[in-house]
């Protein structure tokens, strides 16, 4: 035939899932392997495709479903929905990824007015039989018919009312013989048409509402969290119905190999004696442990623990497990690797290697980046239940409590006074460093991930909400509104830049012992922990870490522009500064004097101007040369968007005209001051740029502004000479930004080289500083060949790339399209999160295969916010790059992460 939509549970295996789905291929595994497994069949994903692209079910699917099915009848002596002795079964839909919930299971298939009859009889339990057909008529009414499953709810409800009764297993035969009349009168009312009497019929409309069940809404939203992608379509599971409702000795539960919170190793699991199917999980009694179930059945408790132990040793990996046991047989219903949290991850992983079922490098794949992070920020006590006032985009995890502060000055009053701040602004500009410095936690209404906030607090390791649109801030009655909620300056508020939430008051925070051991090591992360089972986990992380750090390829750097951040990227194991911002080292105070060089006329001003910087740039290099000693600092120049460094044009524009308002009515004006800001007025008009992070930036300011570049050379180099008058080993580079042409870098670098070796033989030292540049323009990267003729190293700088790949301003589209353009598709992530593999990336590609052409083994590393993207980390690994450069907070997430790509890759790609 040439589709084969059907696949017997003994036909397929585990790593089918793609066509199979998940619950379908592990079944088949489980059958594989000789476990317990009722009889059944599993229907494609390509049946589903197919179904979703046509709207109609592929006619050979119902000849090949005709088939199975009349083998499993076969094989156990019944048939579907006969009279006597009737075979049952269940349909239930089984993705690639599991969905949790979202999609519909049918039980009970086959019964009907007759064979409802002959399962009572079968079974000797009437009760049991009119339940299970009440239970069809509710679950195929909601599910296949469409119908509003409170109907069935609340007839059941009124029927247990009437009968002054609250347990379902309180109702007797009768009562369920005259709730399923009920349901079928809801199920004729609402459709007009009876309750379906043939079992095939039966079967037929279910397999096509799992299909259907693919697109409902809810679904939907679930995937695009999970970014599961809408066209993979689901498997459909026909499985031998077994029942756990037959009385005492039946029941049905869900266990796990080892515990998915902690990791620790053991029997967890639920059991309900009498009970069927959703029971378990949907809490509607309480139900019993697995020792209990020892008690009440202790050869099929025996034989489960077998099983259990069987599958982990299969899986080589935490399982989870649903199973049945009909009076007195116990069957598996489902098993899957399980889900487990960040800590229990780590915990297993090194338990699996201590048991020998898997190697260290196994145990990698299964940890991630991801997980790990998790596990460094400070956390709000789950235990409490503040009230929330909205939730934005998370930018910068952490979890901060702190009064609100508007602006720096308070900011840093509150701080002085010991206080807390979380500074919450519209957004935030390079002006507000002195605020986001003081305040715990930054929160804007406006601005994506890669915004000035969000990107300033990440290199900080600050907690930050960002794009917070249901907030408005009035900065003239100082008070910020959330809805109804109006909140004044000191009010206190807690922020979670994991998950993005906004709450009022104090929430309690909880410290990180992972973090602890991460900056302190081994002993003060053992320390720091509570009790055993952190200890297990802080011991595991290290040992992981250290695996890590033995295989990866990649190196890890930094992304710091400050002492104290070199020196927290240093103690998490940072190998260098990637990137140091040096126009960081402008802003605040020095802002003025930057401003003077911009606006000075004539050589001597400026001159002058650059000369009052040297001091100061010298010194901030020598304290990050003693700090980053034997290890590479890359000093990027200075690549500020010209307008960050001048006042505001609409703020000075309206100042000007009101002085002069002032002075034309002979209201006392200070003549100089009015005269000193029209100068400026006019020179910020002249230097007015449309799209600044377009215009006079980087290398092209560098070259326009002349002795700009200049002095920060000087500064490289005479900070390195008086390090190594000092005794150091320091090791700076020097990084040009923006290029987008060769000349422009042979133009900076004639000039360095030149300054370099002045230094050095002033000095009588000799100094080696290479001079790379970044490669963070399209044509950077497709004239890559030619520019690293000139350069000693490149330096990806993904998020412009990205930006002019894209051609998405940065600061702009995250709070504006983008959550349109995810929810249709266009984007499955936010590409200045997450490399653009197949865009951006490919530039990325290009430009170290032409670097490397020109110049083998050309050092190339990546300074983007990417570097620390997990997913991205694994990309750059692929494309052959020397190092990625992150966050500080970042650096531990990319040392696991590049450890990962390195075991997952099996080798290398490039090299
Ligand atoms: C970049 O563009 O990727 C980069 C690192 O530079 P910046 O973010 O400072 O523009
Ligand atoms: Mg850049």
């Known amino acids: 035939m040439a589709d084969k939509f059907v696949y017997r549970f003994s036909e397929g295996n585990k790593d089918q899932k793609d066509l199979l789905g998940g619950k379908g291929a592990n079944l088949a595994e489980m059958a594989r392997l000789g476990i317990p497994v009722p009889p059944g069949f599993t229907i494609t994903t390509d049946a589903c495709r197919e179904y979703l692209a046509t709207g109609e079910v592929p006619p050979v699917l119902r000849v090949q479903v005709t088939t199975a099915l009349r083998e499993v009848e076969e094989q156990l002596g019944r048939e579907l929905g006969a009279a006597t002795d009737p075979l049952l079964v269940s349909v239930r839909s089984g993705a690639k990824f599991s969905m949790p919930g979202m999609m519909e299971t049918v039980l009970n298939i086959g019964l009907n007015d007759a064979s409802v009859e002959g399962l009572a009889a079968v079974s000797g339990n009437e009760r049991f039989a009119w339940d299970s057909y009440r239970r069809l008529i509710q679950m195929f009414g909601k599910t296949v018919l469409d119908i509003d499953g409170e109907a069935f709810s609340d007839a059941l409800e009124a029927k247990k009312a009437q009968r002054g009764i609250t347990a379902d297993v309180d109702l007797t035969a009768e009562d369920l013989r005259a709730l399923v009349d009920i349901y079928k009168g809801i199920v004729r009312g609402a459709t007009g048409k009876d309750f379906p009497q043939d079992p095939r019929a039966q079967l037929d409309a279910a397999i096509e509402a799992v299909f259907r069940s693919w697109n409902t809404e809810r679904a939907r939203i679930y995937r695009r969290r999970e970014r599961i992608p809408h066209d993979l379509g689901t498997a459909v599971n026909v499985c031998t119905m077994v029942f756990g409702n037959m009385g005492d000795t039946s029941g049905t539960g869900v266990c796990f190999t080892r515990d998915p919170s902690t990791g620790t190793s053991g029997v967890y ?66 098993t899957r690797v399980g889900k487990r949290t960040a800590a229990a991850a780590f915990r297993v992983a090194c338990q699996l290697v201590d048991e020998h079922l898997i190697t260290m490098d196994e145990a990698l794949g299964r940890v991630s980046g ?120 000191g009010d206190v508020i807690a922020i979670d830049g994991t998950t993005g939430e906004v709450f009022l008051g104090e929430v309690p ?27 297990e986990l802080v011991t595991a992380v290290h040992r992981l870490l250290s695996h890590a750090d033995k295989v990866r390829r990649l190196e890890v750097r930094a992304n710091a522009d400050t002492p104290t951040d070199s020196r927290r990227a240093r103690n998490r194991g940072a190998a260098g500064i990637g990137l140091c911002r040096t126009e960081h080292m402008f802003l605040g105070e020095r802002r003025p004097l930057v401003e003077a060089v911009i606006l000075a006329e004539g050589q001597e001003e400026r001159e002058r101007s650059l000369a009052a910087l040297l001091p100061l740039q010298q010194g901030d290099f020598e304290e990050m040369f003693e700090v980053m000693d034997g290890l590479p600092v890359t000093v990027r120049l200075i690549d500020p968007p010209l307008h960050e460094f001048l006042p505001d044009l609409t703020e000075l524009s309206v100042k000007v005209a009101l002085q002069r308002d002032k002075a034309a009515r002979g209201e006392g004006v200070d003549e100089a001051e009015l005269a000193r800001n029209e100068k400026l007025l006019l020179a910020v008009q002249r230097m007015h740029e449309a799209n600044p992070m377009l215009g006079l930036r980087g290398v092209r300011l560098g070259l326009t502004l002349e002795g700009l570049f200049a002095l920060q050379i000087r500064a ?101 399209f983008f959550p349109q353009y995810v929810e249709n598709g266009v984007l499955g992530v936010s590409p200045f999160e997450t490399i653009d593999s197949l865009g951006v990336g490919k530039l990325v590609t290009m430009g170290v295969e032409a670097g490397r052409s020109a110049k083998p083994g050309m050092k190339m590393g990546v300074c983007g916010e990417h570097g620390g993207d997990p ?13 990625v450069s992150c966050s500080p907070f970042r650096v531990p997430v990319a040392r696991l992460e590049a450890g990962r790509a390195a075991v997952m890759a099996g080798g290398d790609a490039t090299a």
């Open 871 to 883: 997913e991205s980390v694994e990309f750059f690994h692929r494309a052959g790059l020397t190092y």
């Open 716 to 816: 490289v180099a005479q900070a390195a000479v008086a390090r190594l008058q000092a005794g150091g080993d320091p090791r700076p580079e020097i990084m040009v930004p923006l290029i987008g042409s060769v000349r422009e870098l042979q133009l900076v670098r004639a000039e360095a080289e030149k300054i370099v070796a002045d230094v050095a033989a002033a000095a009588r030292v000799e100094l080696n500083i290479p001079i790379g540049c970044m490669i963070e323009l399209p044509r950077a990267a497709l004239t890559a060949e030619r520019i690293a003729e000139e350069a000693d190293f490149f330096s990806f700088g993904t998020n412009d790339l990205t930006q002019t790949t894209w051609g998405f301003s940065r600061d702009d589209v995250e709070s504006t």
């Open 370 to 489: 991801e997980q790990l992070t998790n596990l460094l920020f400070p956390q709000f006590d789950s235990a409490a239940s503040p009230q929330l006032l909205t939730r934005a985009m998370p930018a910068s995890p952490g979890a901060a409590v702190g009064e609100i502060v508007l602006d720096n000055e308070r900011a840093e009053a509150r701080a002085a006074a010991g206080v807390t701040g979380v500074l919450v602004r519209r957004e935030t500009n390079p002006d507000d460093l002195p605020g986001m410095v003081a305040a715990v936690g930054v929160l804007t209404a406006r601005g994506g991930k890669t915004s000035h906030a969000a990107v300033v607090a990440r290199g900080m390791g600050k907690c930050c909400v960002v794009g917070a649109e249901a907030m408005h801030v009035d900065m003239e009655s100082r008070t910020v509104r959330f809805g109804d909620v109006v909140l004044k300056e």
């Open 509 to 535: 925070v909880v410290d990180s012992p992972v973090m602890t051991y991460i900056s302190k090591g081994l002993e003060a992360g053992l320390e720091a922990a509570a009790d055993e089972d952190t200890r």
């Open 269 to 334: 699991g639920d059991y309900l004696v009498n009970a069927q199917g959703e029971d378990v999980v949907a809490g509607i009694r309480n139900t019993l442990s697995l020792a209990d179930l020892e008690r009440l059945d202790a050869d099929s408790y025996k034989e489960l623990r077998a099983v259990m132990r069987r599958l982990e040793t299969h899986y080589r990996d935490l399982c989870d497990i649903e199973f049945t046991i009909e009076r007195g047989k116990l069957w598996l219903l489902q």
